[in-house]
């Protein structure tokens, strides 16, 4: 005993009670303890250890490795976009859809760390679901299992992950499977806790009454509790999976691939390229599971917002649940008002027809030919392009309309479906099925395609010429411009409250700086060119050829020399580096439509603001235009940015211009936005003898 307490050899009493060099004489050997209770495990349990990796390895090989990364990524994105729209709302599911998207445009890296992120998180939650529900059911319905589990639970949520982290990694050694471990580890907490709570939230009253008509237990769990718990398991799910993607980084650390490896590997690399890269990847796939996996009862607030709260009450996840009610058990509201929407008029329904026709023909238009003997935009990133006699292209093609063709196919679309929805019954279906959403995409829709057109082909391009089908995709997207702005003069919509008499100069300096900031990124850099970086002109090269025969005869010089060679080779990247703006005639040009456009959305924001007036319809109308046009240069610097990324070798990308332009659109176009949220289509009334009321009653 005593040369376990004095492990230095010194007898207590040789040291006084007040020094404290007496506590390493009675030094308790903890962390020897548990060394040996790991290595005895080790050991002895190889089998349970097996048992507990199996599952995990099994999902993460067969489900993440097999298929989900074998998916092509337009069927992930599509397949995205459909789960969102059936498990939330249609409007979840696009921008569900477009965040995945554009995490596959960072790169082909990019989207297969992003995909291994998904599946990681997936089957974190799924085993999480798989021993946290039942267990937390167990908690809620035995007070005995609920007293042995809370200590457990707060030992999990205490205790930092990287002191677990340790032994997974003796067990289990490094890589996806325990990095997928210690992230259950620390996401289960919340959900046994929120299920435990949800069971007890249950009022024993209704409890007792399914007991008292002689349910069996099981039918009181599965039939009472579980659905009136409802609102704790989804909270409970949302908050695993929130505690899921904050585990991606340490995960990495541990040798797990996904979003989190190229994070740290940026890191530790000081790539801020890559970091910004990688963390706004990694920041949409947050948003996009956040979306799909919220309670259905939770509509509001925002990401960070419950990432916050998610990782605040880690410990005590129970205060998430106050003043969340079941909206299943409130009473259907019944709308007894008599009220409809106001119908439609020849006028305006004859101005949605020809939208819908303009993006149906369109769309039609992208499988014919639009460029002929050359690219056209992918020829200023792939030299190939330049010459491609005899050769034609649709609008979907790299070599053809490119990024041009699939962002007008997008709002085609759009134009397609709002005009039926519309014909169908005025004011159902999404608020931007409307003359005035209409309106924007169809204007947007023309800009698009005048991309295409004014670009200026690329300075070593061989007889090129456009192709029919970017023509008929003109004459398409006037004829849906002039439809939508018919059914926009005429369409019945009035603001839900009284607008101020106010000149609005908010959104006349709103429009003001985006029309500004388009200005500045039409003469920022639109194309950097580093393709002939490296070369080294002859004088280089005899002053290479110098550096290095000094340091044959003196090695003394080496040093030095190697400095001044990777000096000259710096100077030769920046001097060979082609940077081109949106005005540079060896560039597109784009800037040139870019700025028009904006100026033009500056001008027509005027009236949007009542300068010249307070009639409420005109400054909606006016706003519609000035809002399509924003949205407009949105999409001419977008085409062009992912047309050439497109098709772009590792050496040229686009420019920061290009990025400026895109927000000077979105600014002009958000600040026509709120006024226009304001316009609803009129109501109409049982009890009102206009005429338009009688159609409406005729028509029901």
């Not at 308790?28 to 990796?53: C, E, H, K, T």
């Not at 005009?419 to 169809?442: E, K, Q």
């Not at 005429?691 to 005729?698: G, Q, Y």
């Amino acid at each position: 005993m005593s040369s376990v307490l004095a492990q230095s050899g010194v007898k207590a009493d040789d040291v006084g009670i007040f020094d404290s060099s007496l506590l390493d004489q009675w030094e308790v050997p903890f962390g020897d303890w548990v060394d040996q209770m790991v290595d005895w495990v080790d050991l002895n349990l190889g089998w349970l250890l097996d048992a507990i990796r199996w599952p995990f390895a099994f999902l993460l090989e067969n489900f993440v490795d097999d298929f989900l990364t074998e998916i092509p990524w337009v069927w992930v994105v599509l397949g995205t976009a459909v789960i969102g729209a059936l498990v939330r709302t249609p409007k979840v599911g696009v921008a569900a859809g477009l965040a995945m998207g554009f995490c596959g445009l960072l790169g082909t890296e990019y989207w297969i760390e992003t995909i291994r992120t998904v599946g990681m998180v997936f089957v974190a939650v799924l085993l999480c679901a798989i021993v946290g529900v039942p267990l937390g059911i167990l908690c809620g319905r035995m007070d005995s299992v609920w007293n042995v589990v809370r200590p457990i639970l707060d030992a999990m949520q205490v205790v930092h992950a990287f002191v677990y982290m340790l032994p997974v990694i003796f067990f289990w050694s490094i890589g996806v499977v325990p990095g997928t471990m210690v992230t259950m580890v620390f996401a289960l907490p919340p959900l046994i806790r929120l299920t435990n709570l949800g069971i007890r939230q249950v009022p024993e009253d209704v409890v007792e009454a399914s007991r008292a008509y002689g349910a069996t237990e099981l039918r009181v769990l599965i039939d009472v509790q579980l659905p009136l718990a409802r609102p704790a398991l989804m909270t409970g799910l949302n908050q695993t999976l929130l505690m899921s993607i904050a585990m991606i980084g340490i995960a990495a650390i541990m040798g797990a691939g996904g979003l989190g490896r190229l994070v740290y590997k940026a890191v530790q690399n000081f790539d801020i390229a890559a970091s910004a890269s990688s963390g706004l990847a990694l920041f949409l796939v947050a948003v996009v599971l956040d979306r799909l996996s919220q309670p259905e009862v939770s509509e509001g607030g925002n990401m960070f917002g419950r990432i916050h709260q998610a990782w605040t009450h880690r410990r005590n996840p129970e205060v998430l649940l106050e003043g969340v009610e079941d909206a299943s058990l409130k009473p259907k509201e019944v709308d007894d008002t008599g009220e409809s929407d106001a119908p439609s008029t020849g006028r305006e329904r004859i101005g949605m027809v020809l939208a819908g026709i303009g993006g149906a023909v369109a769309i039609l238009s992208l499988f014919l030919t639009w460029t002929q003997n050359a690219g056209h935009l992918s020829g200023h990133a792939r030299f190939a392009d330049n010459d491609l006699a005899g050769q034609t292209f649709n609008g979907f093609s790299a070599s053809g309309g490119t990024w041009v063709g699939y962002l007008t196919f997008g709002l085609g679309l759009f134009l397609l479906i709002g005009s039926v929805v519309f014909l169908r019954r005025p004011g159902s279906g999404s608020r931007w099925f409307s003359p005035d959403g209409v309106t924007m995409a169809s204007i947007a829709m023309l800009l698009t395609v005048l991309t295409h057109l004014l670009a200026r082909s690329a300075p070593l391009t061989v007889d090129y010429s456009h192709g029919i089908g970017v023509y008929l995709a003109l004459v398409a997207a006037l004829v849906a411009t002039v439809g939508s702005i018919m059914a926009l003069l005429v369409a019945p919509y009035s603001p839900l409250r009284p607008l101020s008499l106010r000149v609005g100069w908010t959104r006349i300096v709103a429009a003001s700086v985006a029309v500004i900031i388009i200005g500045i990124g039409s003469i920022s850099g639109w194309t950097f060119d580093e393709r002939l970086s490296g070369v080294l002109s002859e004088s280089q090269l005899v002053e290479i050829e110098r550096l290095r025969q000094e340091v044959r005869d003196d090695p003394s010089k080496g040093p030095l020399n190697t400095l001044e060679v990777g000096i000259i080779y710096n100077n030769a990247r920046l001097s060979s580096k082609i940077i081109l703006d949106g005005f540079t005639p060896e560039g597109a040009g784009l800037g040139r439509l870019a700025l028009a456009t904006g100026l033009i959305g500056s001008v027509f924001m005027l009236p949007a603001a009542g300068v010249f007036g307070h009639d409420d319809r005109w400054k909606w109308r006016w706003s519609a235009v000035t809002g399509g046009l924003g949205l407009g240069v949105l999409m001419v610097a977008m085409s062009w940015t992912a047309s050439v990324l497109r098709v772009s070798p590792p050496l040229l990308v686009s420019g920061a211009g290009v990025l400026l332009t895109m927000c000077g659109g979105f600014f002009l176009f958000a600040s026509s936005r709120p006024l226009l949220t304001e316009f609803h289509r009129k109501k109409v009334y049982d009890d009102d003898p206009s005429p338009e009321a009688e159609a409406v009653l005729a028509a029901g």
